[in-house]
């Protein structure tokens, strides 16, 4: 694919074997060049396994927020001859290679850097890395007293020898940096820097685990899954901090048994998963949907069926999460499109579980948990904890008919009333029933809920006039991705409208498709599921679709050229 020229921004894509490295430096360089006041962008893409492969990263720099991978790759490191012709196709006249002659077995004009040498100079080949790390950041003229001092830091656990040595080594890179600089061989664009000090470099899981503890949440329980991972890992690293219990269960059956248990007595509580997992959890669900048991599940998404491409992306979960689960019961589902709004749309989940007493899930994928970048901190001032949980008397009734079907929820050992509930169609005190018109009368109260939750679903965001004749529609982790797209195609009758909840779909959605001329909506999976769930709830047909999923997700440039083509 052809480069587009996009904004005042670089791209540096780094590449090489699982075990040589790749993460750690992406770590490195995110924190360093955010520390030089550059704006950030970083995300990854990796095979399933341990050691070999060929894995790369890849960072967008610049002087203005970025939040969306691209294709252009200006400065490519390959540390590995497998990285050269898995990326060929991004490769163009303009991109810089530069990298060990040594090792690349390539005729591609290479600027040649001797990493191999010089890193068994220093006393093993792990110091190439290192090594990178310290050419890519001259290339960019940072401070190199920020590269030692955030090593030392990075580095001071393991020993001063470690220490030095990668000081060394990263000292050695950013000499043949300068090089390279001075003597007209690489040129890059100066970049303006920001006063981004206070900003902070999170991924996707962090952010998700941190809304969960910003929501309450005081129990996690997961079996870990790609790419779900991440957030029981960071909860982990902080449950004393924050006095969480954090539980590796035996498998997801256990796992989302605990949380509902934790709900009952009182606790808000969470899971994360990935789709397979989350097929294990599906009676869980249902269990949590006739209990009127909050619950909150964060889903991961990455390409299935089965064990599919485990570290890779995709948006293919959405009918799972919808459909999933033996009877009728409502639900919500959201899915963030950026690392702000996973926070505070994650905190909100808890007090939507306890408003409603539903099971609220969080959809994001692997590209999305896994990205990078650095954001302004949060305003903790809007954060607050909406507890619902009542003071039950003697006369107390779990499962009470009330005009909205909420019944008033109460937790046992507060107050004088029995908390009943049970898994078999109850009655109003939670006791076994058969009466089969009872029964229609519970399955009517509960689904009563699902008006009131379309009421407060997070609303479609339009960017582009109301009036326009196209309409592009997307949700969660592609939302960024289209916008940008859009904002570089420039067309002024093109509107986006941007989904963070996809069911209860928002109110407002249905409006702005009733004026809609034209639509496209864009999809990171194969068959539309979010344009069959439009058509299902509005009776609205999507014009035209793009989607992908050969396991990554989309670039700006691909969907400025997809958009082009459609609506032409």
């Known amino acids: 694919m052809s480069q587009m020229p996009l904004s005042n921004d670089i791209s540096i894509v780094l590449g090489g074997e699982a075990g040589q490295g790749i993460q750690t430096i992406e770590q490195l360089l995110t924190k360093i060049l955010k520390l ?57 006249n303009q991109t810089i290679v530069t990298g060990d002659m040594e090792v690349l077995e390539t005729n591609l004009k290479i600027f040649d850097i001797p990493l191999k040498k010089l890193s068994k100079e220093l006393g093993s080949e792990i110091y190439s890395n290192t090594i990178a790390l310290g050419l890519i950041l001259a290339l960019l003229k940072t401070d190199s007293q920020i590269m030692e001092k955030y090593l030392g830091k990075y580095f001071g656990a393991k020993g001063d020898k470690l220490v030095q040595l990668n000081i060394k080594a990263a000292h050695l890179g950013f000499k043949h940096g300068r090089e390279l600089i ?3 061989t690489v040129r890059f664009p100066e970049l303006s820097i920001s006063d ?20 309450g949440c005081r129990c996690i329980a997961s079996y870990p899954m790609s790419p779900g991972t991440g957030v029981i890992t960071f909860m982990a690293k902080v449950e004393h901090d924050f006095e969480l219990i954090v539980e590796q269960a035996e498998d997801e059956i256990a796992a989302i048994n605990m949380a509902i248990g934790a709900w009952y007595a009182g606790a808000r509580a969470m899971v994360t998963t990935s789709g397979g997992g989350f097929a294990l959890m599906s009676e869980g669900l249902s269990l949590a949907g006739m209990l009127e048991m909050p619950v909150v599940i964060h889903i991961a998404q990455r390409p299935g069926p089965a064990t599919g491409l485990p570290t890779r992306t995709e948006q293919g979960d959405l009918e799972l999460a919808l459909y999933a689960g033996h009877g009728e019961f409502p639900r919500i589902i959201l899915a963030p499109e950026s690392l702000k709004d996973a926070f505070y749309i994650t905190q909100k989940a808890f007090n939507l579980a306890d408003k409603y007493q539903v099971p609220v899930i969080i959809l994001t994928d692997q590209y999305f948990v896994d990205t990078y970048y650095n954001i302004p901190s949060f ?48 009655d109003e005190a939670g006791h076994i029933t058969e009466n089969l018109g009872l029964r229609v009368k519970m399955v009517d109260k509960r689904l009563k809920k699902l008006s009131l939750i379309k009421e407060s679903a997070i609303a479609a965001k339009i960017y582009g006039p109301s009036d326009s004749r196209g309409f592009i529609i997307s949700w969660g982790s592609t939302n960024r991705i289209v916008r940008e797209a859009v904002k570089h195609l420039g067309k002024k009758d093109l509107t986006h409208i941007a989904l963070q909840q996809v069911y ?29 769930l439009i058509l299902r709830e509005t009776g609205f047909q999507i014009d035209h679709k793009i989607l992908k999923y050969n396991g990554l997700p989309f670039t700006v440039e691909e969907l400025m050229h997809a958009i082009s083509e459609t609506i032409s």
């Open 379 to 426: 305003d903790l001032s809007q954060i607050k904890v909406e507890s619902c949980i009542i003071e039950t008397d003697e006369n107390y009734l779990r499962y009470q008919f009330t005009d909205d079907g909420i019944s008033p929820r109460g937790i046992p050992g507060k107050g004088k009333g029995l908390v009943g509930v049970d898994s078999d169609e109850h």
């Open 182 to 184: 001075e003597n007209g």
């Open 504 to 532: 209860p779909l928002p109110e407002n959605l249905r409006h702005l498709l009733s004026s809609a001329k034209h639509t496209i909506v864009v999809e990171n999976n194969a068959t539309s599921q979010l344009g069959k």
């Open 196 to 215: 981004i000090q206070n900003d902070i470099m999170i991924n996707g899981s962090e952010a998700i685990a941190m809304g969960a503890i910003a929501g």
């Open 36 to 92: 030089n006041n550059f704006y950030v962008f970083a995300t990854k893409e990796y095979m399933s396994r341990v050691r070999g492969g060929s894995n790369t990263t890849s960072i967008r720099v610049g002087s203005h927020p970025l939040q969306a991978p691209i294709d252009r790759i200006d400065l490519l490191i390959p540390l590995d001859k497998q990285v050269l012709p898995r990326l060929q196709h991004r490769i163009t």
